[in-house]
Structures are given as C-alpha cells and as structure tokens.
C-alpha cells in the first residue's frame, strides 16, 4: 500500500516510517519545514508538503494514498480545545478524500475515550461520549466520517509513550521537576498511567492499517497503570532530587497547567486489541525509561 503519515518525523511517526517501509509498503509523509522534508527523504519516505493548519493539504495528501495513518497533532496545551478542533477538521478533510472506498484512514485518540467508570480499566470496546476531555472529538468525527461518507475508519488509542527521551505528559513532569527542585505527585499517588513503549506503539499502527476493522479500537497499552508515586520515585532516583506528596491546595502552585493532568487516573487494558491483532508489546517499562532518562 502506499500510506499517507501525518506525522511522520514525529516522535510516533518517525517510528512507523521504517516498519511500514520494511513490510514492503510506500509511506507519503507529511512534512511542514524544509527539514521534516528531509529527514523523510534520508529515512526513504516520499514528501507531500503541508501544514495541520491547512486541511486542504491532509485531504490531498490522503487523495494520493492506499490508506491513511493520522498520528500528527498539536500538542500546545495552552490551547488544547482549538487544536482539537483543528483535528475534527483534518480528519474531515481527508474523510472527503477517502469518501465511499475501502481505504483505511487510523485516526489516534486517548486511551482515557474508553473508561467505563472512574477508577475502572479503560477498554476497546467503550467509547465515553461525555468524556470532558475534548480529545474525544477526534473520535466523535471519525464516527460522524465514517457515518455519513462511509470511510473506513479504526482507532488508535494512546497511553503515556514513552522511551528515554520521551515519556507523553511525564516528559512536562520532568520539567517542572527540573524547574522547582523537586518531584511531586499528589496525595498517596495511587492515580494511574497505562503506558507503551514507541516501538510497541509504532507496531501496532502498522497492524492497525493493515489489518484493522472498520469501526474498532485498539489501545497501545502495554502497561495497564503506572501509579504516580512510583513514577515520581522514579523519576527522583534518575534526577537526582528529593521526591515530596502535595495537598490538592498546592497542586496548581507546583504543577501549573499539568495540575489536571497530574491528578488523572488513567489505567486502560490491550486485551482486546492483544487477542484481535496478535499484538505483543515487548518493549522496556516506563519505569526503566524513568530511571535511564536521555538529557
């Protein structure tokens, strides 16, 4: 197949590009700068110039595919609710582009789309409509493309992901850590993050596409839930620096705008996405990337 990947000098993306490649596959990369275009022409990759910012650039983009990875997203928090709304109208785009074929478009979303109840492992098979994060909307429009266009649309949810470079939201942790001299996690840090290796999460985007349902989720968790103060344990064992339990009250004056964020609880299962795509996540656990962070 010849693949459009948004995304694809990416931390994710850049990770999918050689499988895809090696399985025999084309991969159309999205480049924005003259150096994305480059190191996607160095790693063998064919370059469609565009910009999430311009829609029409993702449509042509997936006019010219087999099948469709959208891993490419904005990641300014500051303006969290906007950059979800640039993704409803990405995915749009290139729902008109696939519009009534069989080509495959994966769209990522947040493995927290599927928790049944607080507290309860998130699952393949649960999509919470009233989720207050506005990350769902990445998944209400890929049900509302594949309604109305009849796009043949998949889902994959994404955990914390992490290698020692990168770790999702705990890449901002170490940051702050940095910043006040300290790790934190509040109160008995018995809240949870579910995590995956980006090896482990670049395979199973490759299954996705090439053996993905119509309509299903597959969630790239290899680790069901990480709680907080083993993170934070680990995270001062690697840094260096003292490790403190905070209050409610004092989560905004430590963690800023993470303070949502450090409180979630986020424990999601693979078992479905395991069993449907013979996925096996074999890569090191968050807490070994924790403890041998790359500076």
Known sequence: MRVFLTGATGFIGSHIVPLLLEAGHQVLGLARSDTG???????????HRGDLADPSTLRSGAERADAVIHCAFDHDFSRFVDNCQKDRRNIEAMGEALAGSARPLVITSGV??????????????????AHPNPRKISEETGVAVAAARGVNVSYVRLPQVHDRRKQGLITSLVEIARAKGRVAYLGEGNNRFSAAHVTDVARLYKLAVERGEPGARYHAVAEEGVPMREVAAALGRSLRLPVASLSPDEAAGYFGWMATFAAFDLPASSALTQKKLGWKPVGPGLIADLENLET
Not at 37 to 47: S, Y
Request: no cysteine; proline share 7%.
């Open 112 to 129: 927290g789309m599927g928790s049944p109840r607080p507290g309860e492992l998130a699952r393949e098979d649960v999509f919470d409509t």
């Open 37 to 47: 275009a480059k190191q996607l022409a160095a790693a063998g990759a064919e370059v």
